[in-house]
């Protein structure tokens, strides 16, 4: 009896393991958030920011408005002007996910964390990517 107990749970461990492993992996960026920062269009990029959002970029860390959020990225876009977007790793559960991503430019490659939350942005981190 307790072989077959034992094996029972083992099971019913697996498969909700599986399940959860396959939502989290159900999980993606909004489309409209990598076109955005794939095209450099911080006004488009800005539709998907909460209200505030925290921004870290390049090591300054801000806590600003949507619209200083928008200028802070198209100053960003326009400094380092892209070649080339590609998220390499998504996660999160339920209504909170995140996205790992790297951003290249003609001379640089930076490593991009973006927070969602609710489908709203809530904190863009971006980082030079020393391993490239």
Same mark, same amino acid.
């Given at each position: 009896?307790?072989?077959?107990?034992?094996?029972?749970?083992?099971?019913?461990?697996?498969?909700?393991?599986?399940?959860?492993?396959?939502?989290?992996?159900?999980?993606?960026?909004?489309?409209?958030?990598?076109?955005?920062?794939?095209? @450099?269009?911080?006004?488009?990029?800005? @539709?998907?920011?909460?209200?505030?959002?925290?921004?870290?970029?390049?090591?300054?860390?801000?806590?600003?408005?949507?619209?200083?959020?928008?200028?802070?990225?198209?100053?960003?876009?326009?400094?380092?002007?892209?070649?080339?977007?590609?998220?390499?790793?998504?996660?999160?559960?339920?209504?909170?996910?995140?996205?790992?991503?790297?951003?290249?430019?003609?001379?640089?490659?930076?490593?991009?964390?973006?927070?969602?939350?609710?489908?709203?942005?809530?904190?863009?981190?971006?980082?030079?990517?020393?391993?490239?």
């Amino acid at each position: 009896m307790s072989i077959l107990r034992s094996a029972l749970v083992s099971m019913f461990v697996l498969v909700v393991s599986l399940h959860l492993a396959q939502a989290e992996t159900n999980i993606s960026l909004p489309s409209g958030i990598t076109a955005a920062i794939n095209k @450099g269009d911080a006004a488009s990029l800005s @539709g998907f920011f909460n209200s505030s959002i925290d921004l870290v970029i390049l090591g300054r860390e801000s806590m600003c408005s949507k619209s200083q959020a928008e200028q802070i990225m198209r100053d960003f876009f326009n400094k380092y002007p892209n070649q080339g977007f590609e998220v390499l790793f998504e996660g999160g559960k339920e209504n909170s996910k995140y996205a790992i991503g790297k951003y290249t430019t003609a001379n640089q490659v930076f490593r991009v964390y973006i927070l969602i939350k609710a489908q709203i942005i809530h904190q863009i981190r971006i980082e030079k990517d020393d391993a490239n």
